[in-house]
């Protein structure tokens, strides 16, 4: 009796170690980026086009890698690819953006904490250089989540990021497309930016990309060696919108949506479908509730959902547990992803794996 006594007191003395930091389990990283979704076919993309292309999602591809290398967070990943894209004038992200009908460029962007749930977006800003870096912003020194317009670049000015003149944003090529859809839908066509360069002389439809990079968007997903995933996404709209219209992308749960307990997700296409369905959330919530794989999330909301109803675009995914996904309905898809210790994957076409 005495001897159960005394080892009953020692089991109750001892003291019971958690798990370190150092001798926790570690996952591998992994990132996916998308630049947009369309109608984008071979017959129709020049070689000097596509290598362009292949070429920007590579530099995204290894911004966030080489994070995720050095042991950084997934939220620094998904910033730091998306602030490559937005500086790359070949897609619908920052400087680049897409035109709306009165000749601004009107840009939003949201990304999205796994971890702590946080989120931030911002929509119709038109002088802050990095939206993505914005929204971020909003995310982690206001009170709030989205901010808009004027408001939105006032903010951003007062955290010091970095502003720009409207015509940073103006490339030739998109402004040649704003006058084509304008023209299109007889609509008047507003003066060329202040600032912007002078008209070219020769004719500027060369510059067009297929479908005018209709349902142009960038995202990323990223997942970090502590097991945390974020997603975050960034655009600029559609051509010719008028009426200050906003799209899913800055909308959490509809564009953009990350949560430990499920998968991050980041959309690009018709934006009122993507919001109506919440494509994001409800990827993530058929992982979470029906234990669904991710692709086959991913494919039963955007191949089975929206296709049939013409709800043109694609999604990136990703999951703690190191699954990867995307899917498109539309006959290709500006994409790439990799894992840790595994080899860069880049594609355009449907027919790439």
């Known amino acids: 009796m005495q001897r159960l006594l005394v080892l009953m007191l020692v089991m109750m ?17 992994a990132v996916v980026i998308h630049g947009g979704a369309g109608v984008i076919e071979r017959s129709s993309m020049t070689p000097e086009a596509e290598k362009d292309y292949r070429a920007g999602m590579a530099e ?37 953006a897409v035109f709306a009908a009165d000749g601004t460029n009107q840009l ?22 990095h939206p993505i870096s914005l929204a971020r912003a909003v995310m982690e020194k206001s009170q709030h989540v989205m901010l808009s317009g004027p408001g939105a670049d006032a903010f951003a000015a007062s955290v010091g990021l970095q502003q720009e003149p409207p015509s940073f944003f103006f490339t030739e090529r998109r402004w040649e497309s704003l006058v084509q859809e304008l023209k299109r839908e007889h609509l008047p066509i507003p003066e060329r930016p202040a600032g912007a360069p002078p008209a070219p002389a020769h004719d500027t439809a060369f510059f067009e990309t297929p479908d005018n990079h209709k349902y142009g968007t960038v995202g990323v997903v990223a ?58 959330r409800t990827i993530c919530a058929l992982v979470q509730y029906k234990g669904m794989t991710l692709q086959a999330a991913a494919d039963e909301v ?28 539309t006959p290709g898809m500006f994409r790439a992803r990799m894992t840790e210790g595994g080899t860069a994957q880049i594609g355009i076409y449907r027919d790439e794996p």
């Not at 170690?17 to 996952?27: I, L």
């Not at 290398?69 to 004038?89: F, K, Q, T, Y």
């Not at 702590?116 to 911002?122: E, F, L, N, Q, W």
């Open 223 to 280: 997942l970090d060696r502590s097991g945390n995933v974020a997603a975050g996404t960034s655009t600029g709209g559609l051509t010719a919108k008028r009426w200050d219209r906003i799209g899913d992308s800055p909308i959490i749960g509809a564009g953009t949506y990350a949560s430990n307990q499920s998968c991050a997700v980041s959309g690009t296409g018709i934006g009122e479908y993507f919001i109506r369905y919440t494509v994001a």
């Open 13 to 29: 003395t001892t003291p019971v170690f958690a798990q370190s930091p150092a001798s926790a389990p570690t996952h591998k990283w």
């Open 302 to 329: 955007i191949q089975k959902q929206l296709a049939p109803i013409h709800g043109d675009g694609g999604v990136i995914a990703i999951a703690p547990d190191g699954q990867v996904a995307w899917s498109f309905n």
């Open 108 to 129: 939003d962007a949201a990304i999205m904490d796994g971890k702590t749930m946080r989120a931030g977006a911002v929509a119709d800003v038109t002088r802050t250089r």
């Open 60 to 96: 995204a591809l290894h911004a966030a890698t080489a994070v995720l290398d050095r042991g950084g967070s997934s939220m620094d990943a998904v910033e730091a690819a998306i602030r490559i894209l937005e500086d790359n004038p070949i897609f619908n992200a920052g400087r680049g």
